[in-house]
């Protein structure tokens, strides 16, 4: 079992940035990804990255503007997110899975979700 909780979400002017973090117990999972789901929309892939931190893949609507890390020794992914738009306001989730994925359908273990609110 894994279990996750993200935290940094809040209310931020458009241009501005959030850190979002992804604490993670349980069993460790190669690949941590981000999604997001804004209300009326489906689950979107937002970034994923692999266990050693060498890859990293990122929705084209995020490319450039935000960046997923993470730091196995503390069992956390990180997003960090810059330059934000009223269109990045969605709830954001962390996920973890044992194979590369895009896909929600991809993942085994969600967090609870956190609140972005990008103001115009």
């Known amino acids: 079992q894994v279990q996750l909780v993200e935290s940094g979400g809040g209310l931020v002017q458009a241009g501005g940035s959030l850190r979002l973090s992804c604490a993670a117990s349980?069993?460790?999972?190669?690949?941590m990804g981000w999604f997001r789901q804004a209300p009326g929309k489906e689950r979107e892939f937002v970034a994923r990255i692999n266990w050693s931190a060498t890859l990293t893949y990122y929705a084209d609507s995020v490319k450039g503007r935000f960046t997923i890390s993470r730091d196995n020794h503390r069992n956390t992914v990180y997003l960090q997110m810059m330059s934000l738009k009223p269109e990045d306001t969605a709830v954001y989730y962390c996920?973890?899975?044992?194979?590369?994925?895009?896909?929600?359908?991809?993942?085994?273990?969600w967090g609870q979700g956190t609140q972005v609110t990008v103001s115009s």
């Open positions: 996920a973890a899975s044992n194979r590369p994925s895009n896909s929600p359908s991809g993942y085994n273990y």
């Open positions: 349980g069993r460790t999972s190669s690949t």
